[in-house]
């Protein structure tokens, strides 16, 4: 995911991004925890898409 892609999204469906990446990553974090997770980067590689949305957020939120 690039930021250049999330910064034009409106802001309703930037949230809905933000709540199924945090269930992605709870999903994620559990599967690790029990070992059944075969590349624990991909934990990493969510952490950043959801940093990348919510400064998409925060940015929009300043413009206005």
């Known amino acids: 995911m690039?930021?250049?892609d999330v910064k034009g999204k409106p802001i309703l469906?930037?949230?809905?991004?933000?709540?199924?990446?945090k269930t992605d990553?709870?999903?994620l974090k559990m599967?690790?925890?029990?070992?059944?997770?075969?590349?624990p980067l991909e934990i990493r590689s969510k952490r950043k898409d959801l940093a990348k949305v919510l400064t998409a957020i925060s940015a929009k939120g300043k413009e206005s």
């Open 13 to 21: 469906e930037m949230r809905n991004q933000v709540k199924a990446i």
């Open 2 to 4: 690039k930021y250049d």
């Open 25 to 27: 990553l709870f999903v």
């Open 31 to 39: 599967k690790n925890a029990l070992g059944q997770l075969g590349n």
